[in-house]
């Protein structure tokens, strides 16, 4: 009986142990929980990427547009600053004579034809005519020649509306030939006129087209 009795203890334990062993064993497995998905997280997201998408195209669209306008004003003053350049050099463009003649020829008259408009578009301008000869004659005589062929030079545009005023006359004679040699090649281009701007030069206007 008294062993019975120090066994009762030992077998309580037993018990206990045995269904604290199959409780555990029946006990669901512990998972790890799914996070739950927030769609309007992802909505705000995609709104914010297409909004600056959105900017970013802008922003490019209104580059491309000052590069568009940059490219086209650059574009009309090199458009300008050829045609000014133009205008000078025909203001600038020689005239040419025959041998010991002061009349004006031809295709001299069509390049002073040229020149009027600029100088009607542009009344403060004013011009020196200087006249020179080829390497033949005396100094005096061609000193004369060329005054002959400033003057009527002069005359020519005086007569289709330019105030005589506004153009200076000089002659050079020989004294600065263009060209060196003494054949008709080189003569021919030193019986000429030369053109120089003497006032108003600085802000040509182009006459109208």
């Not at 600065?176 to 206007?205: C, H, K, M, Y």
Request: aromatic share 2%; charged share 25%.
């Amino acid at each position: 009986m008294l062993r019975m009795t120090r066994s009762l203890p030992m077998l309580v334990v037993a018990v206990a142990a045995l269904s604290t062993a199959a409780c555990r064993r029946n006990r669901p497995a512990e998972t790890t929980p799914t996070p739950t998905v927030n769609q309007d997280s992802i909505n705000a997201a995609n709104a914010e990427r297409a909004r600056q998408d959105s900017i970013a195209r802008a922003n490019q669209a209104r580059q491309d547009s000052i590069n568009a306008a940059d490219a086209a004003r650059r574009a009309a003053e090199e458009a300008a600053a050829r045609r000014l350049a133009e205008a000078r050099n025909l203001l600038g463009a020689m005239i040419y004579f025959d041998l010991d003649a002061s009349d004006i020829r031809d295709d001299s008259k069509a390049a002073l034809d040229q020149k009027i408009p600029l100088l009607n578009a542009n009344p403060n301008l004013t011009i020196k005519v200087t006249g020179h000869t080829d390497s033949r004659g005396s100094d005096e005589y061609n000193i004369a020649l060329g005054q002959r062929r400033a003057r009527a030079v002069r005359d020519y545009l005086v007569q289709r509306g330019i105030a005589s005023s506004r153009i200076q006359l000089d002659s050079r004679g020989e004294e600065q030939p263009v060209a060196q040699g003494e054949d008709e090649s080189a003569w021919s281009q030193n019986r000429r006129a030369e053109f120089e701007i003497t006032a108003g030069g600085d802000n040509l206007v182009l006459p109208n087209s």
